[in-house]
């Protein structure tokens, strides 16, 4: 005897199956979806009316057993093809070291925005080494990951109805996330010992420019026009594992940078010293593919070379801590507060759109903004 279905509800053997219409929403065609497994009536008729409701929302997405791991790797095999070798990493990494090994094995789409809450909140407690807190900077670079990877999961594998982890919480962060920008002064101080180090034109050109550590390390002498007192930033490199990967910039866009007359003098004696360098090595110098920081044997400088050194220096200095990519902050934020208008700091930090600047530097703008009212009163008033 067949079973009879019962306002799109039925009973095959020993479960429950449902099924609704929905419409294409491309071509418009009306097609039935059966979806099965469920142990009781009630539990099928819960689902068929979530179903009915995500259809007329043009939301509605077959039933997936695919789990969180599954559907996580497999977004990666199609995104190592997409993005920069580094960008690729920074997700693999995220992925693979946080999120799986505690989230993997959930089902995808009964995902919901409470369990990625309670992910953030462990990862901030106990996900890092030796189960110590994790860093709320890396926390949000894991939520920017699946933020990524689950509004692919909705807009075009078309997976879930929506993505949870635009509804989750992030939690705050626990006292400050990095030190407080140096003062003018305790740059000038900290130069100063970098100066006597082999590449301390290294920390000259990353604060006097802006420029990202991937762009400076990339950099060939083809790029420096000491005579015009520019160079042109062309790409980026890294290190993955142990191999040096070379690309384009964040942005994916050249730029020219103008030089000060100081860091002029600062990258003509490097030149000098490197050469210097090239003599006493004799038939040992490798070739350096016209990069302007080298090892002492002439080969390409580890990328990562710059931020392990940089706390020594610091510390010679007795100076608080600061990372290598706060000098890019204070580069900006000193332009900012003397008056440089926000494209203009824009374009020299490689920034696409002026819109990043001013949400990465809202802090600083809103204190040079402090006094505006009283520059208008004095220019009319006298």
Do not use: C
């Not at 030796?130 to 670079?141: A, K, M, N």
């Not at 520019?230 to 191999?243: K, L």
């Not at 402090?370 to 008033?381: Q, R």
């Amino acid at each position: 005897m067949t079973a009879k279905l019962r306002d799109g509800v039925v009973k095959r053997g020993g479960s429950w199956s449902y099924v609704v219409r929905v419409t294409h929403p491309d071509t418009g065609a009306s097609r039935p979806r059966w979806v099965g497994g469920f142990p009781t009536e009630r539990a099928a008729k819960a689902a068929r009316d979530e179903a009915r409701v995500a259809g007329r929302r043009g939301e509605y997405v077959d039933r997936s057993s695919m789990t969180v791991a599954s559907y996580l790797r497999e977004w990666l095999e199609t995104y190592q093809v997409a993005v920069k070798p580094t960008t690729f990493e920074g997700y693999r990494h995220n992925v693979e070291h946080y999120v799986i090994p505690r989230i993997g094995n959930q089902r995808l789409q009964a995902l919901r925005p409470a369990t990625i809450s309670k992910l953030y909140r462990d990862l901030l407690d106990h996900g890092g080494r030796r189960g110590g807190p994790l860093s709320p900077l890396t926390v949000d670079g894991i939520h920017r990951t699946l933020r990524k990877a689950f509004n692919d999961a909705v807009r075009v594998e078309q997976l879930l109805p929506s993505n949870p982890v635009v509804r989750a919480t992030r939690p705050k962060a626990r006292g400050k996330e990095r030190a407080d920008l140096w003062t003018t002064e305790q740059l000038r101080t900290f130069l100063s010992v970098a100066a006597d180090h082999r590449i301390g034109a290294f920390y000259r050109l990353a604060a006097y420019t802006g420029a990202r550590r991937g762009e400076l390390t990339h950099m060939r002498w083809a790029d420096l026009d000491l005579d015009a007192a520019e160079f042109t930033i062309t790409g980026s490199a890294a290190t993955i594992g142990a191999v040096r990967i070379e690309g384009t910039t964040k942005g994916g866009r050249s730029r020219v940078v103008s030089l000060d007359a100081g860091t002029v003098e600062v990258m003509r004696a490097h030149r000098k010293a490197q050469l210097a360098e090239q003599l006493a090595a004799r038939t040992w110098w490798q070739d350096g593919d016209g990069l302007v920081f080298l090892r002492e044997d002439g080969a390409p400088m580890h990328t990562d070379t710059p931020t392990a050194l940089m706390p020594k220096l610091i510390a010679a200095a007795d100076l608080p801590h600061t990372r290598l990519h706060d000098l890019r902050h204070l580069h900006a934020t000193t332009l900012l507060l003397a008056g440089v208008p926000v494209h203009v700091v824009a374009a020299r930090l490689g920034h696409a759109d002026p819109a990043i600047t001013l949400r990465v530097y809202a802090h600083v703008l809103r204190e040079q903004a402090s006094g505006v009212a009283d520059v208008f009163a004095t220019a009319v008033d006298g």
